[in-house]
């Protein structure tokens, strides 16, 4: 006896296997509850800054990239945020780049004027390979790490809009 149904169910088994891998493949490593990792860089400015000096406030790591359209895309709500939480929140835009002319070019274009905005140089498109998007585990932008005061990740890929609110319960 055939079973009803049956020549629909191995693609929606291979379907949901393709979508939760993905999602495994492109999860950071470094989850909420977590301490976040530590690490210097050099601001666009030419200043140099190490994440722990910005314990005690609330900071948001935005990992992107000027050639990423969605990243292009969120940089009005990016900036949005900024004024609307500068008193309360300290975003680190960290561009995933093989270019610094491009990267100034949309920080400039897209008006991304807060102070920490770190270019993790990279020669391919493989972002693990020891720079701050490796110490993070990211593969895909944009994404974003929301750290509270205490240093601790309470948040990863948190959409924009829900910031403010998240801070506000604070």
Known sequence: MKMPGRKFFIPLVLIALWFGGRAWYFAPNVGTEETAADF???????QAFN???LRGGYVLLDFWGSWCGPCRRESPELVSLNASTEDRLTIVS????????AWKRAMTKDSRAWPYQV????DSFKFLDGNVAGIYGVKKVPTNFLIDPEGLVVGVDVPLREIIGILKDK
Do not use: P, Y
């Open 94 to 101: 960290i561009a995933i780049e093989r270019d610094s002319a």
């Open 40 to 46: 210097s860089a050099v601001r666009a400015d030419g």
């Open 119 to 122: 270019m993790d140089q990279t």
């Open 51 to 53: 994440l722990q000096d």
